[in-house]
């Protein structure tokens, strides 16, 4: 459940830097009051711990879904 939180708050984070780069066009800011109102910073602060969350799962043993129903 964390790793999926982790992944969808990393996309949202990802579209705004598409949309930053793009239109410059900060939508977390334009919905939260701006860059330095203490929400769009909340935002921030989280999607970047999403993101290095997401880190660990480069790292994490796959589980196959070739191997389910096969005796082992």
Request: glycine residues 10%; negative net charge.
């Amino acid at each position: 459940m964390l790793d999926r939180l982790a992944l969808i708050l990393t996309i949202v984070g990802a579209l705004n830097w598409g949309s930053i780069g793009l239109f410059r066009f900060d939508i977390v800011a334009w919905i939260f009051g701006g860059q330095d109102a203490i929400l769009s910073r909340i935002i921030y602060t989280v999607v970047a711990l999403a993101g290095i969350w997401c880190i660990s799962l480069l790292f994490r043993e796959r589980e196959s879904e070739d191997t389910v129903g096969e005796i082992q």
